[in-house]
């Protein structure tokens, strides 16, 4: 089944942000830290650690985006996409009970991050309560 208009406009929202975000954190993290109010110093290990799941993310961002063209990639980029702005707002709202408030910055990348998430939600949610389909190439020979 091709995506919809909706999906296609959902896997674009969500891996445009995805691989921006991530392409801006693994080559320039103390600019993108500093639009979120965060100054970082320059110990290696903080950034080895930043900059991993940046390019992680980033790689997730082109893995959705690949499922607007391609079918073979399609559920793949419709995990990735739910996972990704699922999981960033579960571990934010974990933050605020656990650290407290952040600052607005933080708050208004929540805010956007629900707002994809929903839309994922939306978008998908025929999909979401189908059966798999096997893939005829995973049938065994007989």
């Known amino acids: 089944m091709t995506p919809s208009f909706l999906e296609k406009i959902a896997l674009g929202l969500s891996g445009l942000t995805a691989l921006g975000i991530g392409t801006f954190i693994t080559f320039a993290p103390h600019a993108f830290y500093a639009s979120y109010g965060i100054t970082l110093g320059d110990d290696a290990s903080l950034l080895s650690e930043l900059r ?81 389909r096997v893939h005829p190439a995973a049938q065994p020979m007989r």
């Open 52 to 132: 991993a799941p940046g390019a992680g993310l980033a790689v997730f961002g082109g893995l959705m985006l690949l499922g607007i063209r391609s079918l073979t990639m399609l559920p793949v980029s419709i995990a990735l996409a739910l996972t990704v702005f699922i999981a960033f707002p579960a571990g934010r709202f974990i933050g605020l009970g656990v650290d407290g408030m952040p600052s607005a910055s933080v708050i208004g990348a929540l805010v956007v991050e629900l707002g994809i998430a929903a839309l994922c939600l939306a978008a998908f949610r025929r999909r979401l309560w189908q059966p798999a």
